[in-house]
């Protein structure tokens, strides 16, 4: 068992509690104090870092932070603290809330603090007595147990505690309300707190009034461009200098410019005058800027988001070739004008052309081209006559153009390329009629389609649309390739093609046809009536029989294309063997070693080409009748069996052996070209004998229209005559007199008509026509075309009556109305009568220059008329005859095209016009609508003749290609004089002169009026 502790001991021991408990509390006050000043300096600092930098918010709030640290240790580690919180002062503390013994407990405390300090060692004052001082720490201790010192201390702190919460929530409280207030200042504010980094990053703009000077590079030729407030984006072109200049938002110290990111970051330096930031740099590339600012307190901020560098490339240059707009065959292959335009954002430096020939290498030329321009449009003579083509050469071209960006370097670009295709007319040819040839197996193929998908009524509407509208469209397409061949060969050959003729005619029946049956196969699909159902099926059968009809015929002349071609072949063939006599004969007279290695390739070249000629005639012979191939394969053989003796005499050196043998060659050759010549004048005799016969009885019924037409028409010219001289006779009157009396009296009615026009203006309309008919009545008396100038008479008579009616109507209101118009409006009226009247004497005279014919015709001559009616409509009966004759032959072959057809029936029509006029006793009229079906007549004729010149054959060709058959220039018919139309006998229709004279009414330039006037002159008489 222990003995006891000392009453000191224990008293010190409750003290000690105590005092230790005392010290927690402080800390805590010290703590909560502590940690109120820290919110409460945020809260503050936060939002005043609107006025000063974040950085030195950061920074003072730091401070604020390691003072109250620093002040915490020494009241918490050094001496000072501890004297506070002494144990006398704890006594104290513990004695206040004694009950009374403050005094005894103070005593206590003192007594043992002089005890544990060594006695007298530590006072001044005379020592106690032991004895005393021991039974007053007794008391004491006994008196502090019982009141238990830890709740006294307690309570002691207990107000002091409820004012440290207090002041710690109100700063708390604070804090929030200015984080509620101003958030982005908080979180700044943490970030710069937080950082480690040298740099605080910002994220609010650190400079402002921001103004930027763009210099381009000098090439571009731009001036240099401000630009002023925006948000500071930096755009231009690669290679510009930007001067900036920006106001800080605070004085800085220094201040810099970051350029990009991480390791490729470049920092460019600013100049700091006040609050201003200068500088420059170069823009490259796309980018971003930020600007860093160091200011006079706190660390150096950094704009985290930064501002835009855009660069915009130098674009590359442009350049087409307008012209030739596409690839070319030049017959001419002199010099060939190259049109281009070419544009650069800022300006072209050089353009060149660079041309191959065939496949050689690429030649260069520079052009030359007028100073730095951004946009160039011009052209170029390329002279291809230093090139030395040959037929069948392809020049191959483009276009290079070249910028002038000194920055990046030179962008160039080149056209696309042109093909210049030195023309072969012989090679052209060919390639049409190998078109031509392969264009019958589509025919095929579309006949096959058609018959593959009959249409009937039990017949399912849709499969069949289904398969037919492709058709159609299929059938479209070699039309339309028909056509394109026809206009070449058309081309190739001065339009008198046999080829070509056939091909367009069939060309514009396919289209006609399939387009027809396409709207009906396209009705079809929509809608399955029993009409369209009918429609369609007959479209079809009539597609068919044309189909069927085509392919025959041009089965036949796609053999005698193969003929014309192999004659071709021949011909070069024939060629070929005499240049190799040639060659052979200058090696035996020189002798010469050297010459003979050369000729001897050349006799190689030469049998080469001898051999594709050769294989092309072995391709054309496959759509030959047998009959032509039997005969034709004798003379080939013959000839490849003088190819085997070539080499071996040539290597012999046996050369008279030699000649001989390409002698034979020749003559094998000649025999093959007869042979061809031949078969092209027989190929289908007995096919198309029947048809022959019916063209030749058309051509003999046309020449027989034609010489009752000239007949008719010569007696109509006559009775018209004698009706001109009746008439003038029976008037009895000085023509000219009239004329010029007309004329005058019409330009007296033209001045009255402009006076009332000045006058009333609200009737210029109807006064506008009157004058213009009273102008082509002029005119037309000027020509002494009395018909005309009667109808436009009486034409002018109507209007002024007219104008005149209304003017009247005008002026009868004014005077009612005492309108101060009035009297403007009854002079124009007075005018306007004055110039009706005169138009009336006009009309009138012209009226007597055509009496009643039966008034001036006798019995006689009105009989002749009639006689002459009944003539013409029974030529028009057989001309209409003849159009069916066409008809029936076209649909044997395509002989005769939609023009020739039309041309008949525009015949047809003229006569049966002429018939009319005749009935009506017109003769002048008739004579013109005879002279316009002699003239259709005759065109028909031509046609026929030309396609008789020159083609031979037994096959009949369409118009151009058929045997003449109106005989050659041997006929006796084509001895007879050929007569000049008279002016009567071909005077336009009035409807044609009708047009000229409202076309002479049109404005003229003055320089050119009289040429003018001159030419419809020309053309009305």
Excluded: C
């Excluded at 206590?108 to 007298?120: C, D, Q, R, Y």
């Excluded at 407030?229 to 110290?253: C, F, M, N, S, Y």
């Excluded at 030049?330 to 353009?351: C, M, N, P, Q, V």
């Excluded at 394969?633 to 052996?657: G, H, P, S, Y």
């Amino acid at each position: 068992m222990s003995s006891p502790k000392p009453v000191a001991q224990r008293l010190q021991t409750h003290l000690d509690a105590a005092h230790h408990r005392a010290q927690r509390k402080e800390r805590i006050l010290l703590a909560l104090g502590a940690g109120a000043i820290v919110l409460a300096l945020w809260a503050i600092l936060a939002p005043l870092s609107l006025a000063i930098s974040v950085g030195l918010a950061a920074w003072i709030l730091r401070t604020g932070l390691l003072v109250a640290l620093a002040g915490a240790v020494v009241l918490l580690k050094y001496k000072w603290p501890r004297r506070i919180f002494a144990s006398t002062r704890i006594a104290e503390v513990v004695a206040l809330q004694s009950e009374g013994r403050r005094s005894a407990v103070q005593t206590a405390s003192e007594l043992i603090a002089w005890k544990n300090a060594g006695g007298m060692r530590a006072q001044r004052r005379p020592p106690p007595s032991l004895s005393l001082v021991e039974a007053h720490l007794e008391e004491t201790e006994a008196a502090l147990d019982a009141s238990k010192a830890n709740e006294r201390v307690d309570r002691a702190f207990k107000d002091l505690e409820r004012r440290a919460n207090y002041t710690f929530a109100i700063a708390g409280l604070l804090l929030i309300v200015s984080a509620a207030i101003f958030p982005a200042q908080h979180r700044a504010l943490v970030r710069a707190f937080a950082s480690t980094s040298e740099a605080e990053i910002s994220d609010l703009p650190l400079v402002g009034d921001l103004q930027l000077t763009l210099r381009y590079p000098a090439y571009t030729g731009l001036h240099a461009r401000e630009v002023k407030g925006g948000d500071g984006t930096i755009r231009g072109l690669k290679g510009t200098t930007v001067q900036l200049r920006a106001t800080a938002e605070k004085p800085p110290r220094s201040a810099s410019l970051t350029i990009g990111e991480g390791n490729a970051a470049r920092v460019v330096p600013l100049a700091v005058d006040g609050r201003d930031l200068i500088g420059e740099f170069m823009i490259d590339k796309n980018d971003r800027y930020r600007f860093s600012v160091k200011p006079l307190f706190g660390s150096e901020l950094k704009e985290r988001k930064g501002h835009a560098i855009v660069v915009d490339e130098d674009k590359y240059p442009t350049i087409e070739i307008r012209e030739p707009a596409q690839d070319l065959e030049l017959k001419d292959t002199g010099r060939l004008s190259i049109a281009y335009a070419s544009d650069d954002d800022f300006a072209i430096s050089e353009i060149a052309l660079n041309y191959r020939v065939n496949s050689g290498n690429v030649q260069r030329v520079v052009l030359p081209a007028p100073e730095q321009k951004q946009r160039i449009r011009s052209d170029y003579a390329f002279d291809l006559s230093t090139l030395q083509l040959k037929p069948g050469d392809i020049v191959t071209i483009e276009l290079e153009a070249k910028d002038n960006d000194t920055v990046s370097g030179p962008k160039k670009t080149t056209s696309r390329q042109r093909k210049i295709t030195a023309f072969s007319s012989d090679q052209h040819r060919r390639q049409l009629l190998a078109r031509f040839r392969a264009v019958v197996d589509k025919l095929v193929d579309q006949l096959g389609d058609e018959l593959e998908n009959p249409l009937s009524e039990s017949a399912d509407s849709t499969a069949y649309t289904q398969k037919a509208l492709p058709v159609d469209e299929r059938g479209l397409s070699v039309a339309m390739e028909l056509s394109d061949i026809a206009k070449g060969l058309k081309d190739a050959e001065g339009g008198q093609s046999k080829f070509a003729l056939a091909a367009e005619r069939s060309a514009i029946e396919m289209r006609q046809a399939y387009s027809a049956k396409k709207l009906l196969d396209t009705a079809l699909s929509k809608s399955r009536t029993p009409q369209n159902l009918a429609t369609t099926a007959q479209r079809q059968n009539e597609t068919v029989l044309l189909l069927e009809k085509t392919v025959i015929y041009f089965e036949d002349l796609r053999a005698l294309a193969a003929i014309e071609e192999m004659k071709a072949q021949a011909k070069e063939l024939q060629a070929t063997s005499q240049q190799l006599k040639e060659l052979l004969q200058k090696y035996k007279e020189t002798g010469d070693e050297a010459l003979k290695t050369a000729l001897e390739a050349e006799i190689n070249e030469l049998k080469r080409r001898i051999g594709e000629i050769m294989q092309k005639m072995a391709e054309l012979r496959k759509g030959l009748p047998q009959e032509f191939v039997n005969r034709e394969a004798v003379e080939r053989r013959a000839m490849e069996n003088i190819f085997d003796k070539v080499d071996q005499l040539l290597a012999e050196n046996r050369l008279d052996e030699l000649a001989g043998e390409l002698d034979r060659l020749d003559n094998q050759i000649k025999n093959m070209e007869n042979a061809m010549n031949d078969a092209e004048q027989e190929y289908g005799g007995e096919r198309y004998s029947e048809l022959k016969r019916e063209l030749q009885e058309m051509a003999q019924n046309l020449e027989a229209v034609e010489a009752a037409q000239k007949d008719v028409m010569e007696k109509t010219r006559d009775a018209e005559q004698a009706y001109r001289e009746a008439a003038q006779k029976q008037l009895g009157q000085n023509l000219d007199q009239m004329v010029k009396q007309s004329l005058k009296d019409l330009e007296d009615a033209e001045r009255a008509l402009q006076k009332a026009n000045e006058k009333e203006p609200r009737v210029s309309g109807g006064l506008d026509k009157a004058q213009s008919r009273v102008g082509d009545t002029r005119n037309a008396l000027e020509q002494r075309d009395f018909l005309e100038a009667r109808e436009m008479a009486r034409n002018a008579q109507a209007e002024a009556r007219d104008v005149t009616e209304s003017l009247k109507s005008l002026a009868r209101i004014d005077q009612l109305t005492s309108n101060s118009s009035g009297k403007r409006a009854d002079d124009a009226h007075k005018a306007a009568q004055e110039a009706y009247g005169k138009i009336a004497e006009v009309a009138k005279r012209l009226e007597k220059l055509f009496p009643d014919p039966k008034d001036v015709l006798s019995p006689k001559q009105m009989q002749a008329l009639d006689e002459l009616r009944k003539r013409q409509q029974e030529i028009a009966q057989r001309t209409g005859k003849i159009s069916q004759q066409m008809k029936d032959i076209n649909k044997q072959a395509p002989m005769f095209d939609q023009n020739a057809q039309s041309d008949m029936e525009g015949a047809k029509g003229s006569m049966e016009r002429a018939g009319q006029e005749l009935g009506q006793k017109q003769a002048g009229r008739a004579v013109s609508s005879q002279a316009a079906a002699l003239g259709q007549l005759q065109k028909m004729k031509d046609a026929m003749k030309r396609q008789g010149q020159g083609q031979g054959g037994a096959m009949p060709m369409p118009i151009g290609g058929m045997p003449n058959p109106f005989g050659d220039g041997n006929d006796a018919r084509n001895q007879e004089k050929v007569e000049i139309p008279s002016g009567e006998q071909f005077k336009v229709p009035p409807e044609f002169r009708r047009d000229i004279l409202d076309a002479m009414k049109q404005g003229t330039p003055q320089k050119f009026k009289q040429q003018v006037d001159e030419f419809y002159k020309e053309l009305i008489k």
